[in-house]
Nanobody
Framework: QVQLVESGGGLVQPGGSLRLSCAAS????????MAWYRQCPGKERELVAG???????NYADYMKGRFTISRGAAKNTVYLQMNSLKPEDTAVYYC??????????????WGKGTQVTVSS
């Protein structure tokens, strides 16, 4: 079993920055992908970015260089640095861990999510 705990969400003004963190614990496969998804109000959950245990990163096209995903030295943590935030970035952000080398893996573990609200 894998547990994921997100932190770092909150209220920020447009143009501001936030850094989300996620810590994984439990039976973590050595080869995995950790990723951030988000669910905007009234919309489906969507991928934000993913990073493999080998360091390969994938970003959704709409990021346009505003967000950066990284992993901690211990490999069981993942971060999402979000800059130039826009009101449309308002969402619940979820951390996910996918065993194996691909974001497309069938098994996904999820955290409970952290709310990010971008508003003046």
């Amino acid at each position: 079993q894998v547990q994921l705990v997100e932190s770092g969400g909150g209220l920020v003004q447009p143009g501001g920055s936030l850094r989300l963190s996620c810590a994984a614990s439990g039976s973590i496969f050595s080869i995995n992908v950790m990723a951030w998804y988000r669910q905007c109000p009234g919309k489906e959950r969507e991928l934000v970015a993913g990073i493999s245990s080998g360091g390969t990163m994938n970003y959704a096209d709409y990021m346009k260089g505003r967000f950066t995903i990284s992993r901690g030295a211990a490999k069981n943590t993942v971060y999402l640095q979000m800059n130039s935030l826009k009101p449309e970035d308002t969402a619940v952000y979820y951390c996910s861990l996918i065993p194996g080398p691909s974001l497309l893996g069938a098994m996904k573990y999820w955290g409970k999510g952290t709310q990010v609200t971008v508003s003046s």
